[in-house]
């Protein structure tokens, strides 16, 4: 069972606090999270970037280089991102050169999506220190220079521009699962919604259910839909091929969680045309959990 998705049952106060903080009963030293594929490399080789975290969902690290987290398995790590279970902190291991790292808040209104570009060199440790209102980059106690720049928004096509329609609502009842967009071609929507607790998605999604996601996460409620329009979306597109990013909602003993980490897919759009999102219902299991893939299809 992955622990930061199923939250023990304690006392309710107590579960409560961990639906929206990080504290999990994970190991407080592991190994940093190896970004590139292929056999680790020694430490003079390679450089780390980490963040100690401040024990509740505030920053979190979605995308490194634009590559979201695609790899399964590691439970030190919260859904679809490169945070940590423990502090909502990271530590993350690269290959030297200059490298973007793309963050979200959730406790910003607005929403914040950013990213933070510099060089790092090999055999360097470098740190992100505060929080997600007021935070630097060091090296060795010292800060250094960090580039940020929004994560740019679609411009949606005008109604009488060619364009393209995407779509999403629930096909099932209160206890079904959404399909949640987190960036289509690298870029947001404005605006973007919290999915409580921990994740800024392009659906709507309302205070109620934010609300019954705390309750239920003290394993005393199960998560409904409480909002007919939860995880409802309607965008228009650009004509053409598009990347898409995105979660499908699990459901294991009435608790929502999201995938372990983010799937995509490419899709060709045709100018005038209408789609549905639609759920895969062959799901694959993760760690226990099934979790579905989506599928685009005309209306």
């Given at each position: 069972?992955?622990?930061?998705?199923?939250?023990?049952?304690?006392?309710?106060?107590?579960?409560?606090?961990?639906?929206?903080?990080?504290?999990?009963?994970?190991?407080?030293?592991?190994?940093?999270?190896?970004?590139?594929?292929?056999?680790?490399?020694?430490?003079?080789?390679?450089?780390?970037?980490t963040y100690?975290?401040?024990?509740?969902?505030?920053?979190?690290?979605?995308?490194?280089?634009?590559?979201?987290?695609?790899?399964?398995?590691?439970?030190?790590?919260?859904?679809?991102?490169?945070?940590?279970?423990?502090?909502?902190?990271?530590?993350?291991?690269?290959?030297?050169?200059?490298?973007?790292?793309?963050?979200?808040?959730?406790?910003?209104?607005?929403?914040?999506?950013?990213?933070?570009?510099?060089?790092?060199?090999?055999?360097k440790t470098?740190?992100?220190?505060?929080?997600?209102?007021?935070?630097?980059?060091?090296?060795?106690?010292?800060?250094?220079?960090?580039?940020?720049?929004?994560?740019?928004?679609?411009?949606?096509?005008?109604?009488?521009?060619?364009?393209?329609?995407?779509?999403?609502?629930?096909?099932?009842?209160?206890?079904?699962?959404?399909?949640?967009?987190?960036?289509?071609?690298?870029?947001?929507?404005?605006?973007?919604?919290?999915?409580?607790?921990?994740?800024?998605?392009?659906?709507?999604?309302?205070?109620?259910?934010?609300?019954?996601?705390?309750?239920?996460?003290?394993?005393?409620?199960?998560?409904?839909?409480?909002?007919?329009?939860?995880?409802?979306?309607?965008?228009?597109?650009?004509?053409?091929?598009?990347?898409?990013?995105?979660?499908?909602?699990?459901?294991?003993?009435?608790?929502?969680?999201?995938?372990?980490?983010?799937?995509?897919?490419?899709?060709?759009?045709?100018?005038?045309?209408?789609?549905r999102i639609?759920?895969?219902?062959?799901?694959?299991?993760?760690?226990?959990?099934?979790?579905?893939?989506?599928?685009?299809?005309?209306?």
């Amino acid at each position: 069972m992955n622990i930061h998705r199923i939250r023990p049952v304690i006392l309710m106060t107590t579960a409560f606090v961990l639906s929206v903080s990080c504290l999990s009963l994970l190991p407080t030293s592991t190994p940093p999270f190896q970004v590139w594929e292929g056999p680790p490399r020694p430490l003079g080789e390679t450089a780390t970037f980490t963040y100690k975290g401040t024990g509740a969902y505030g920053l979190l690290l979605y995308a490194i280089d634009g590559q979201p987290r695609s790899r399964h398995g590691d439970n030190r790590l919260l859904e679809g991102s490169f945070s940590n279970t423990l502090m909502c902190g990271f530590d993350v291991t690269v290959l030297p050169g200059e490298h973007s790292f793309e963050f979200y808040t959730v406790d910003t209104n607005p929403l914040q999506i950013f990213t933070l570009r510099f060089p790092m060199a090999a055999g360097k440790t470098y740190a992100l220190e505060g929080s997600s209102k007021v935070f630097k980059v060091t090296l060795e106690g010292a800060p250094i220079m960090a580039a940020r720049e929004d994560v740019p928004a679609i411009i949606e096509p005008a109604e009488g521009d060619p364009h393209a329609t995407l779509e999403f609502r629930r096909e099932g009842g209160a206890m079904d699962v959404n399909a949640y967009l987190l960036r289509i071609d690298g870029k947001i929507r404005s605006p973007m919604y919290k999915r409580h607790p921990r994740w800024a998605v392009m659906n709507y999604s309302g205070l109620a259910s934010g609300i019954v996601n705390s309750i239920g996460g003290t394993g005393m409620l199960v998560q409904a839909n409480v909002e007919a329009d939860e995880g409802k979306l309607s965008i228009r597109l650009e004509p053409g091929r598009h990347h898409i990013e995105y979660f499908v909602e699990t459901m294991y003993l009435g608790q929502r969680g999201l995938g372990d980490s983010v799937r995509s897919l490419d899709f060709d759009f045709e100018s005038g045309k209408s789609y549905r999102i639609v759920l895969e219902r062959d799901p694959v299991k993760v760690e226990g959990v099934e979790e579905s893939s989506i599928a685009i299809v005309g209306k």
